[in-house]
């Protein structure tokens, strides 16, 4: 492992706003600069209102203003809802000012419902052309002639590094065809990860930007001083997850003692499963968990992901998640 990284949702809890959310991802942005993460990425997803980063771009430029070295980026721009040149000039700007700082994960996915990627897209076509716009938006953010007849102005000539994002095997095989960075979505969506993997590494063709595969696995962390308080702050998570795939998105909910009395066990057990890939307990639990994710699936980097209801809680989960992750990379 040769970096670790976090992710962050920009979580908007119960009982506050979607401005006090946005305040919050950039003190935890700036405690985990002082931490040792490598990238803090953010991600687009709509009409949810538990989530505050869906201008993504805007809220990236704003972490990267009240940061220094860290990189900044997308996990991910979900592209089929953008034309390639709005991404490519939106992130050749976010690279003219914060230099190579700046990452580019893309997602196939809508990040949002049917009815609100209608909304985004106005006139939805029915091909699937995101290979070709992938390969459309890094032409942009390449060196082109003055005379090219269409080009984005900031953006070409940035370069700025584009990842291929996925849970499934359809963006393995496409980020191993373009030899592109892999980051596989295993925090909520693990079925696949080892398959995904393995057709990735095994089909990887070297590009002008990347002579080997380069593998991120994404993974939930809990951390707290006891298994106990770890448990408790992770049934936020899970009562939101349960919400949304019961048709009833909301804020970030307050963590609860018995979620097994407000949940179906049939939703929870399935709420469970996908955030299998994943670290809840005291630092020594932790350190195991992570140590056997790290042992497993050999990844290039790791990033890491959790909502919890409390801020001050959440800062000291990611606190303990980088010391741990620091010694198993020296590991």
């Known amino acids: 492992m040769k970096h670790f990284s976090l992710l962050d949702l920009s979580p908007v809890p119960e009982g506050e706003t ?27 997803h709509h009409n949810m209102p538990g989530i505050a980063s869906a201008a993504t771009a805007v809220v990236i430029g704003h972490v990267a203003a009240a940061t220094k ?20 000039e ?16 893309l997602g196939r996915a809508p990040g949002t419902d049917m009815g609100t990627a209608r909304a985004l897209r106005r006139h939805m076509a029915p091909e699937d052309s995101f290979p070709q716009d992938v390969q459309e938006l890094i032409g ?18 940035t370069h700025v590094p584009v990842w291929i994002l996925g849970s499934s095997l359809y963006g393995a095989q496409l980020a191993a065809h373009l030899g592109l960075p892999y980051a596989f979505a295993s925090h909520f969506a693990p079925a696949m990860l080892d398959e995904a993997l393995a057709v990735y590494r095994s089909t990887f ?19 707290a001083e006891t298994d106990a308080e770890a448990h408790f702050l992770r049934t936020s998570q899970e009562l939101a997850f349960a919400r949304l795939i019961s048709g009833k998105p909301g804020k970030l909910p307050r963590p609860i003692e018995d979620i097994e009395a407000q949940v179906p ?6 709420v469970r ?36 209801h409390d801020h001050t809680a959440r800062i000291r989960s990611f606190e303990i998640a980088a010391d741990i992750l620091t010694q198993l990379r020296a590991r």
Not at 19 to 43: I, K
């Open 18 to 44: 979607t401005a006090e959310a946005l305040a919050n991802t950039v003190s935890l942005a700036q405690v985990a600069e002082q931490a040792g993460y490598h990238r803090y990425w953010l991600a687009e």
């Open 205 to 223: 063709r070297p590009s002008e930007t990347l002579s080997e595969p380069y593998a991120m696995v994404a993974a939930g962390v809990w951390a």
């Open 273 to 308: 499963q996908s955030l299998s890939c994943s670290a809840t307990g005291s630092p020594d639990t932790v350190r195991a968990q992570l140590s056997a994710i790290i042992d497993k699936n050999q990844p290039d980097e790791m990033i890491v992901t959790s909502m919890v």
């Open 90 to 105: 939106q992130f050749g700007t976010l690279a003219t000012l914060y230099g190579d700082r700046i990452d580019l994960g």
């Open 140 to 157: 942009y953010l390449g060196d082109m002639p003055d005379n090219a007849a269409v080009r984005a102005i900031p953006g070409v000539g």
């Open 69 to 88: 070295t860290m990189r900044i980026g997308a996990g991910g721009i979900m592209l089929p809802n953008h034309a390639p040149l709005v991404v490519a």
């Open 265 to 270: 066990s049939q939703v929870l057990a399935r």
